[in-house]
């Protein structure tokens, strides 16, 4: 007769510790989680740079498409050499394509009546300062005759959203186009 042999089982024993390890998990989470977060929180700064870079894009995309159909850049109003917002103002167009971006609402003028360049004035630093630049003029006689081109030219002075982009940036955008005769 057979008898059963018997087995013994034996309970695996892990590695052999020396010290207790039970906060290792913590300090490594301390030192890796910083790196962690600046990546994430920089790569949204990032994203938020390239998306006021492209707005400002399209504000002078459209800015400059409808300066190249405005009956008179120039126009006397109150005694000075303002855009005549007809059929809109430009400082309108440019705030419809970039929705996001505070634009700056001061009107576009001139100094002279032949002047080439409008301006807002002194720059608002945080919103979209515009500056339209005529050629070879801005007044009516010259934008009439559907000969020469218009340049919008927007700048923004803006703060990234956290370190370590937190510095403050500064964003241009330029677009030309020919006039267009009535």
Same mark, same amino acid.
């Given at each position: 007769?057979?008898?059963?042999?018997?087995?013994?089982?034996?309970?695996?024993?892990?590695?052999?510790?020396?010290?207790?390890?039970? &906060? /290792?998990? !913590?300090v490594?989470?301390?030192?890796?989680?910083?790196?962690?977060?600046?990546?994430?929180?920089?790569?949204i700064g990032g994203c938020f740079l390239?998306?006021?870079?492209s707005a400002l894009h399209d504000g002078?995309?459209? &800015? /400059?498409? !409808?300066?190249s159909i405005e009956t008179s850049l120039?126009?006397?109003t109150n005694g000075e050499y303002c855009e005549s917002d007809n059929p809109s103002s430009i400082e309108s167009a440019v705030a419809q394509a970039s929705p996001l971006l505070t634009v700056n609402p001061a009107p576009l003028c001139a100094t002279t009546s032949t002047s080439a360049t409008l301006t807002q004035g002194a720059p608002v630093t945080g919103d979209v300062n515009i500056v339209v630049t005529c050629t070879p003029r801005c007044d009516a006689a010259d934008l009439d005759?559907?000969?020469g081109s218009v340049s919008v030219a927007l700048t923004l002075s803006t703060k990234g959203l956290v370190a370590p982009i937190g510095l403050t940036y500064n964003l241009s955008a330029t677009s030309q186009v020919p006039v267009l005769s009535p």
């Open positions: 007769m057979m008898v059963p042999h018997r087995t013994t089982v034996r309970r695996a024993r892990g590695p052999h510790r020396r010290g207790d390890e039970s &906060g /290792a998990t !913590l490594e989470f301390a030192l890796v989680a910083p790196l962690v977060f600046i990546m994430i929180f920089g790569l390239a998306y006021q870079n002078a995309t459209a &800015g /400059a498409r !409808l300066a120039a126009t006397l005759s559907g000969s």
